[in-house]
């Protein structure tokens, strides 16, 4: 069995401060953990993914996501927000052999202000 | 480079009709998957199809069929529309195998069923 909480539906942050979404999970394997991101009308892009490698995952954008067992938790970060990152993010656990055996958190929405 | 195309992009329904989403694919990939997204409820798998010639159900299928018609084209079938099935649909396509590597998806089809 497997779920994923995220942790805060709606996130606001001014230009050039740092992003912090926060993704907490649970599942009876080693996971896999991926972040996507949704910006409005449009369909989800693979951020970065965590596959039992490296537990610091860098990705796209400057987006970068730390794999902590202990706290089971895989927080998505950026040092300086952009104009452009407002969008929607998606925190997805699973594990090997396919999609159909991952599961969607809800989404954060990201709001930067100017 | 096309990716993963869907039409209809928007569809209003009376309760009853039918209609069919249509999904393409130019990648290659061997699997195919159509989600509904609904707020505050992220992603659910409706149907996905490991490879060319199987389907098989998601977390949602009831009130849905599917098609794969090929390796490139996964249709989405609602038989006699209701509206809870308003909603927005995704296809998506990814490599199977052990390793859960990227989905990638469509832009979507917003369908309103009155």
């Known amino acids: 069995a497997q779920s994923v909480t995220q942790l805060d539906s709606h996130v606001s942050v001014s230009e050039g401060t740092p992003v912090l979404l926060r993704c907490n999970y649970s599942?009876?394997?080693?996971?896999?953990l991926f972040w996507y991101v949704q910006h409005p009308n449009k369909g989800l892009q693979l951020l970065l993914k965590?596959?039992?490698?490296?537990?610091l995952v860098k990705g796209i954008n400057g987006f970068e996501a730390e794999f902590k067992k202990s706290e089971t938790s895989f927080h998505l970060t950026k040092p300086s927000a952009h104009m452009s990152d407002a969008a929607e993010y998606f925190c997805?656990?699973?594990?090997?052999?396919?999609?159909?055996?991952?599961?969607f958190g809800t989404g954060t929405k990201l709001q930067v202000i100017p | 480079n096309a990716g993963v195309t869907q039409t209809p992009k928007f569809q209003v329904l009376k309760t009853g009709q039918s209609m069919t989403l249509q999904c393409a694919q130019d990648?290659?990939?061997?699997?195919m998957y159509w989600y509904r997204q609904d707020p505050g409820m992220g992603l659910r798998l409706i149907y996905y199809?490991?490879?060319?010639?199987?389907?098989d159900k998601g977390e949602v299928p009831n009130g849905y069929n599917v098609s794969r018609l090929n390796k490139r084209e996964f249709s989405l079938r609602l038989e006699s529309a209701a509206p809870s099935q308003t909603s927005v649909y995704f296809c998506?396509?990814?490599?199977?195998?052990?390793?859960?590597?990227?989905?990638?998806f469509g832009e979507g089809s917003r369908l309103t069923v009155l």
């Open positions: 998506a396509s990814s490599w199977t195998g052990g390793d859960t590597g990227e989905l990638f």
């Open positions: 599942s009876s394997y080693s996971p896999s």
């Open positions: 965590y596959t039992s490698a490296a537990t």
């Open positions: 997805v656990v699973g594990r090997s052999g396919g999609y159909q055996k991952v599961t």
């Open positions: 990648m290659n990939h061997n699997s």
């Open positions: 199809s490991a490879s060319e010639g199987t389907t």
